[in-house]
């Protein structure tokens, strides 16, 4: 009877559990069908097991060939105010700071009512703060606490700098200030962690440089702490460039531009063995925080194209070696004047020189010479299928952002004329950025190959050193006909007692005086003019080319006059930074297997 | 044998002799009980002990990340701080205060130095680091499982009997 009456009870315990048990079950089924439940749960159960951190690696540094330091970071504050802290006051840190970096007042105290509106725990008052003025809010903030610890006066014990504090960051830092600024680019930190490098290295190798600041979710759980991802730092680069040479580089263009009146230069010194830059002075130079959008041109020796004149003639000369249709004592008959497409030839000087040899016609940079060797002899199939070797109309693939290129007008082309043929024999009518020009020429000072330039020598990650090898782009020409220009244009150089020579060393090298095409109208600018200089040596090791260009020096009729006397002045501070002795100290060396000559 | 004395007693009288009195039965269950208590407890304080080192350990590691943070950017710091102080205007201040002057080429008297060492980078001169083994961030004790730890210890525990 009494196991009767407790029956029922039974009974709806077991249908309670029954009932729970079943529940129980179908969430479980739910949760697992139902995806979108899952993540919301399996997220607050993330939030809840992880912290989240912003961690910034510093930005990978930029060196030297010889390890000094071009680009690195310094260490900077953001500074803030505390806002959990109790007893701020937010007039007197508004008007320390405001009189610290000039900030306005008013809008100090904006941004602190704003933050403390949205319920934000701190805000952010100045950043890129150096630590020097890290220090002085420091020693601030102690005189204000000092003042109230030995005032009665309640005002004063009022004001104080409490909560206001500073979390470290690192800018960008360029230790050598504008030097080489325009083959290091710039990289504007201040953007955060959106910042991106521009021009030069920064530009060219952001990937490699940068470490962005990254959200890592730092695991609360003990035990999985192994999980932390381990954040790499940016990649140093190692440059070709020599901080000492560049240096100088830098000054002989300043002067030149100045003394010459020119609204601008470049020079480049680059090995021809490897295409190594050994220094890459441009100027004007823009400073490394300067990114106005109107600055197009950051560095001239990359993006400014220009008709680059008789310097070109080397290429001429060099096809018409190589193809075999003539050799430097291959005579030709300047009456003054070459008539093509309709329009005619002239030299330099206006006169003709009766019978003269290639390398006469080199020496006096003879156009109508020029002109005769490539439409008459390469005729256009062959000359520019030379030019185009040499890697004219095609970037010239260096490691700095920003290069520039106009592409070669061939015939058949809509915009090109008969003419073009033989005014391109000289330089006029092509367009060329200085390095395109330099790396076209160095194939005459390296056996007739042409090596990639670059600027990366060696970069190191994880402390691992990956260095560039040297690449060859092209071998436009033989090594024989490299030798024997080179030796033709040695002779030039010494026959007209040239400004570019320089004692004791033999070296080679070719002017160029070209005429500016007009920005509004066909034909060109009146008495203005581009002043170039290619020259190379010892010509029998060459260990440097050297490209000059001083842009419109208004002071200057004639490259012979400007440009090479600077090539003189660069080959002799070149020849003490490379420790190269002259030519006869160098062969007497050659004899020493294991000697090296110290200046 | 003589069993006689058997006869004399009835069922419960040979019950209460072989009984134990029931103050020994409560100690012994409440032994038991403690026995089993401190088997708990010495299981949990093991347990207690190793989750309170690897958290010590957990919290140390992530101390000593941000330490490092901290350390980087203070090499940072410092390099930008050497580059400025040894940057080639800075040399050549330094030059100038001590009379060096710019060497003119035509005065350089090159000299012939057998095995002399040609200019070199500090850099190239610094050992390339060739990464060999992950780094251990946790020791295996830290991540064992009592039951793994427990084995693991009587087998080197063997071992160690085993080797003379």
């Given at each position: ?177 504008s030097l080489a600024s325009n083959v ?60 000492s040479i560049q240096m100088n580089m830098e000054e002989i263009l300043d002067k030149a531009v100045e003394k010459w009146d020119a609204d601008g230069g470049v020079i480049l010194v680059m ?6 830059m050994l220094a890459m002075a441009s100027t004007p130079r823009q ?10 041109l950051?560095d001239l020796s990359v993006?400014a194209?220009y008709?680059p004149g008789s310097v ?121 950025t200085p390095i395109?020009m330099m ?54 150089l010494?026959?007209?007692?040239s400004t570019a020579l320089v004692?004791?060393?033999?070296l080679?090298g070719k002017t160029g005086t070209a005429?500016v ?10 008495g203005i003019i581009n002043a170039s200089f290619v020259g190379w040596g ?6 440097f080319v050297v490209y000059i260009w001083l842009k419109e020096p208004k002071e200057a009729d004639w490259a012979s006059e400007s440009a090479a006397p600077v090539f003189a002045e660069v080959v002799k501070s070149l020849v003490v930074s ?22 | ?87 080639s ?13 710019p060497?003119d080429p ?59």
């Open positions: 009877m009494m196991k009767m009456l407790h029956w029922p009870r039974y009974m709806i315990l077991a249908l309670a559990f029954t009932l729970a048990g079943l529940g129980i079950l179908i969430r479980a089924v739910n949760l697992q069908t139902n995806s979108k439940t899952a993540q919301q749960l399996i997220q607050a159960g993330q939030q809840r097991d992880l912290d989240t951190k912003q961690v910034e690696r510093p930005r990978g540094n930029i060196y030297d060939a010889y390890g000094n330091v071009l680009a690195a970071n310094s260490l900077t504050y953001e500074i803030g105010l505390d806002l959990t802290k109790d007893n701020i006051s937010t007039e007197t840190v508004a008007a320390q700071i405001s009189a610290m970096f000039g900030s306005d007042y008013n809008t100090l105290l904006d941004t602190i009512s704003y933050a403390q509106a949205n319920g934000l725990r701190r805000a952010t008052l100045k950043r890129y703060a150096s630590p020097e003025k890290m220090a002085e809010i420091l020693l601030k903030q102690q005189e204000y606490a000092d003042m109230a610890v030995n005032s009665d006066s309640k005002t004063v014990r009022g004001t104080s700098l409490l909560g206001v504090d500073g979390i470290p960051m690192l800018a960008r830092y360029y230790p050598e200030g290091l680019g710039t990289f504007p930190y201040w953007e955060g962690s959106s910042a991106q490098g521009y021009y030069g290295v920064e530009g060219a190798y952001h990937d490699l440089l940068t470490s962005p600041p990254q959200q890592l979710d730092i695991p609360n759980n003990p035990l999985k702490m192994a999980e932390l991802a381990e954040l790499q730092r940016g990649d140093d680069l190692i440059l070709t460039i020599d901080r090995d021809p063995r490897t295409g190594e400073g490394h925080n300067n990114l106005s959008s109107s600055l197009k950051y993006s194209l008709e070109f003639k080397v290429l001429t000369m060099a096809a018409a070696l190589d193809a075999g249709l003539v050799t430097p004592d291959t005579t030709f008959v300047d009456n003054g004047v070459f008539y093509h497409g309709g329009y005619p030839i002239y030299n330099w000087d206006r006169a003709g020189h009766g019978e003269v040899s290639m390398t006469t016609c080199m020496e006096l940079s003879l156009n109508v010479c020029l002109a005769h060797l490539a439409v008459d002899v390469l005729k256009p199939e062959k000359f520019y299928e030379y030019i185009q070797a040499f890697g004219i109309g095609r970037k010239t693939g260096i490691d700095l952002e920003g290069e520039g290129v106009y592409p070669l007008r061939l015939p058949g082309d809509e915009n090109y004329y008969d003419v073009d043929l033989a005014t391109n024999s000289f330089g006029q009518g092509v367009s060329v395109q790396t076209a020429i160095s194939a005459v000072a390296n056996d007739g190959k042409i090596m990639v330039p670059h600027v990366l020598k060696a970069r190191i990650h994880n402390g691992v050193r990956y260095d560039t090898h040297p690449q060859v782009m092209a071998q436009p020409i033989s090594a024989a006909t490299a030798r024997t220009l080179s030796s033709m244009l040695a002779v030039a010494e026959n007209e007692a004692e004791g060393y033999r080679a005429e095409p007009s920005e509004n109208s066909a034909g060109y600018k009146d010892p010509i029998d090791d060459p260990r490379l420790r190269l002795p002259p030519d006869a100290v160098r062969l007497q060396m050659q004899a020493v297997p294991t000697a090296t000559a110290a200046p | 044998m003589n069993f006689a004395w058997l006869n004399g007693m009835n069922t419960n009288q040979l019950i209460q002799a072989y009984r134990q009195a029931p103050w020994r039965t409560q100690l012994q269950w409440i032994g038991i009980f403690l026995l089993i208590l401190v088997l708990i407890a010495s299981v949990l304080g093991l347990f207690l002990d190793i989750t309170a080192r690897t958290s010590t350990a957990g919290r140390n590691i992530q101390l000593m990340e941000d330490e490092i943070l901290q350390y980087e950017q203070n090499i940072a710091s410092l390099t930008a701080r050497l580059a400025e102080i040894n940057s205007a800075n040399m050549r201040k330094r030059a100038e205060k001590l009379n060096f002057v060497v035509n005065e350089v008297h090159f000299m012939i130095i057998p095995d002399a060492q040609p200019r070199q980078s500090t850099l190239d001169e610094a050992p390339a680091f060739q990464p060999t083994e992950e780094p251990v961030l946790l020791q295996p004790e830290y991540t064992l499982s009592l039951w793994d730890w427990f084995s693991q210890t009587l087998t080197s525990l063997q071992n160690q009997q085993v080797t003379p």
